[in-house]
């Protein structure tokens, strides 16, 4: 963990990681080199998936062929009782995918929305992606209830609004663009899969993605119309 002068970071990726690209670590080895410890603490949270067995087994299954020490965070099955003291230790803490409303919900259950703000202001790096990604900022769109995009409010560490998957998914650009248009959801950013937006304090610094195509968005709201600004990424692979 930083003990000098802090820098704030979170690593937001709109899908990737070891979870949806087993082949390709670039976003996860990114992740790392945000990290000054030659072997980073990372910690696995995987509350948005109900703490999947086979989620954590993937985790560990990629990080432990990467220079770093691999650990998670179960809520259902917590192995300890002091979450603050194990977070302080970590320098990355890394939130997977799955159902972003349970997330929130849980997190302040258990206060650890407070402690992630707290391990943060501490110089611990934030990241995640999908429900991970969305979590961070102050508003998402989330498909959490079946059947329905909708708008979620989140823990709102970074400023506006996040959509995921905007590549991946069909329906995300309409519904966001639409939900903008409306007023009922912030100006924000959204990414496609193997985006990452890496965000020091609440400024966006560095777009990067594993996949050579990949784009970030920029959403505006311009007198009830949607102006969308393509940001390009730097390409972590070989071009």
């Known amino acids: 963990m930083t003990t000098n002068l802090v ?22 080895q990114y992740i790392l080199g945000l990290c000054k410890e030659k072997t980073p603490k990372v910690c696995f949270i995987p ?10 087994v993937k985790f560990y299954s990629a990080f432990i062929q990467l220079l770093c ?35 929130i919900a849980l997190w302040k259950e258990w206060g650890l929305d407070h402690l992630l703000r707290e391990v943060w202001d501490n110089g611990v790096i ?32 970074l400023k506006g609004s996040n959509c995921p998957h905007y590549d991946g998914e069909a329906e995300r650009r309409p519904v966001y663009h639409q939900l903008l248009s409306q007023g009922l959801i912030g100006e ?12 020091i304090g609440n400024q966006l ?9 990949a784009k970030a968005y920029r959403l505006e709201r311009i007198d009830e119309t949607v102006k969308e600004t393509t940001l390009e990424p730097i390409y972590l692979g070989k071009s």
């Not at 970071?9 to 670039?26: C, K, R, T, V």
């Not at 179960?74 to 799955?98: A, M």
């Not at 924000?188 to 965000?199: E, M």
Request: aromatic share 10%.
């Open 205 to 213: 610094k560095t777009i990067v993605s594993s996949r050579p195509q």
């Open 188 to 199: 924000g950013y959204a990414t496609d899969d193997g985006v990452g937006l890496h965000f």
């Open 69 to 103: 020490k691999p650990s998670h965070l179960s809520l259902f099955n917590p192995h300890t009782s002091d979450f603050r003291s194990f977070l302080l230790e970590q320098d990355i803490i890394y939130v997977g995918g799955g159902n972003t409303k349970n997330l």
């Open 47 to 56: 509350t948005a998936s109900g703490d999947s067995d086979k989620y954590i």
């Open 7 to 28: 820098t704030k970071q979170i690593f937001a990726m709109g899908g990737g990681g070891f979870s949806m690209e087993p082949g390709n670590p670039l976003l996860d």
């Open 126 to 157: 934030l990241c995640g992606l999908s429900a991970g990604s969305i979590c961070w900022f102050e508003q998402g769109v989330t498909d959490s209830i079946p059947g329905n995009m909708t708008v979620l409010q989140c823990l709102g560490f």
